[in-house]
């Protein structure tokens, strides 16, 4: 697509945010022709810096107070990921009657290629990561973009040519498609997450849903075979479903390690890095990307034989003076924190809590009650948490720091300390991956015995 051909070209917009996505939005939009404004309420140095740059590329740029106080009637304002509605700079925007899109939607409108779209409450990152790796392996020039980190807007204007796009997505994203249509939707779980911001878990199910809502009889979906989430008469695509429980799903669990398709073999995850049931369903997700897309099952087999899971996912960090540690900052939701405490064996210390997210914790109550001797809680929730656990012992403390001096002393030699918050950070750190360097940090900063370290190695049971 040239400047001269795309529906941008002359246009108004304004880029609302300028964090990673709407630094690339607003350089995409420039490179296409059309006359940007980009607006932050913010005014931090990183912010400010951003700000200059876009300047000097010929870009407008409205921060603090001012951001909200913008005057002219864009044709179409690009949101960034996160900012709700509500917002000042988007209530501005909106009352002018400027329809709004996301930086999502944007950069599929100028995209020339086919896209896989993963959505779920947990598995998002891994699931891209394991895709995108073994499409790679089949010989598909693929790209991960979207909630993973690269915004697809920032692949786009890096001059490269892809043959698949991969893309990560969150509900925020998809609450703002309009025409976003995957070749390939991919849908892994879904349990209680975001209820700061949906009214309810009927809410952000709908808002996931949109993954599917412009695919058509062409099209795939990916999907577990055993879901309830999922009404599917109302998928218009060709179904493949995975499951680690059914062996009549199209992909399917054999045993506890062993992938089947079609009644062939496609991988002994025992020749990998990869272990738990959550995993071979992230790996069958991955496999079944790339059969929709015809890529070749042995050559991405192959690709991942030596993969290791992102950070913060039930990592095991040491193991010192008898105990071992483990970290799973990136457990932001119950399901999350559910697997994590199924993967240990042998006597269970858990670090747990965070921000209000608007949801209950007594859900998994009985398991931690099966489970767990003692409960470390922090952050906004752990009040509400210690309440809904009763009465397994909870001790409730200010900070990380506390909390693993205590799991520290309260533990016995054997014991397993796992940190897996089953809810967001942004009541204490930046984000899940600061929450888990912190965690690392306290671990193997602390003088002890036996430190055997993996850096970044995941936890198998």
């Not at 951001?67 to 917002?87: F, K, N, Y």
């Not at 991405?300 to 993969?307: H, N, S, W």
Request: hydrophobic fraction near 40%; include cysteine; charge should be neutral.
């Amino acid at each position: 697509m040239t400047a001269d051909s795309n529906p941008y070209t002359g246009k108004k917009v304004v880029v609302l945010g300028l964090g990673r996505s709407g630094l690339a939005a607003a350089r995409l939009l420039k490179q296409y022709g059309a006359g940007v404004t980009a607006c932050d309420s913010g005014e931090s140095p990183v912010l400010m810096e951003r700000a200059e740059l876009l300047r000097k590329e010929g870009i407008r740029v409205l921060t603090g107070t001012d951001a909200a106080r913008d005057s002219i009637v864009h044709d179409i304002a690009i949101l960034s990921p996160g900012i709700e509605e509500t917002a000042s700079i988007v209530v501005n925007v909106l009352s002018k009657g400027t329809p709004l899109i996301g930086e999502l939607e944007l950069a599929f409108t100028l995209s020339p290629y086919p896209v896989v779209a993963i959505t779920g409450t947990n598995g998002k990152t891994t699931t891209t990561e394991l895709t995108t790796l073994m499409l790679r392996g089949a010989g598909l020039r693929a790209a991960s973009c979207g909630n993973i980190g690269t915004p697809m807007s920032e692949l786009l204007e890096g001059g490269l040519t892809w043959d698949v796009l991969v893309a990560e997505v969150s509900s925020f994203q998809l609450e703002t498609i309009r025409t976003f249509h995957p070749k390939v939707s991919v849908w892994l779980n879904l349990s209680p997450n975001h209820l700061d911001r949906y009214p309810s878990l009927h809410e952000y199910r709908e808002a996931k849903l949109r993954i599917f809502e412009n695919q058509g009889a062409d099209d795939w979906a990916v999907i577990p075979r055993d879901t309830k989430d999922l009404d599917l008469s109302k998928i218009k695509s060709r179904k493949l479903s995975f499951s680690v429980s059914d062996e009549t799903a199209d992909l399917s669990l054999h045993g506890d390690l062993k992938i089947h398709y079609a009644g062939k073999e496609l991988l002994d995850l025992s020749k990998t890095r990869l272990r738990g049931p959550h995993n071979a369903a992230n790996v069958m997700a991955a496999f079944a990307s790339g059969i929709a897309l015809g890529a070749d099952t042995n050559r991405m087999a192959e690709a991942i034989r030596d993969y290791t899971p992102p950070p913060h996912r039930c990592e095991f960090i040491a193991e010192r003076d008898g105990l071992r540690w483990i970290n799973d900052s990136k457990a932001t939701t119950l399901d999350a924190m559910e697997q994590a405490i199924r993967s240990v064996q042998g006597p269970l210390i858990l670090i747990a809590g965070g921000k209000d997210k608007g949801f209950e914790f007594s859900p998994i109550a009985p398991l931690i009650r099966d489970r767990v001797s003692v409960a470390v809680l922090i952050g906004e929730m752990r009040h509400r948490i210690a309440r809904d656990w009763a009465p397994v012992r909870c001790l409730e403390t200010e900070s990380l720091e506390e909390a693993v001096q205590i799991a520290r002393k309260e533990a016995k030699p054997g014991t397993t300390i796992l940190f897996s918050p089953g809810t967001s950070s942004f009541d204490m750190f930046r984000d899940y991956v600061e929450r888990g360097e912190t965690f690392r940090r306290l671990v193997t900063e602390a003088p002890g015995k036996g430190v055997s370290l993996t850096n970044g190695a995941t936890h198998n049971p």
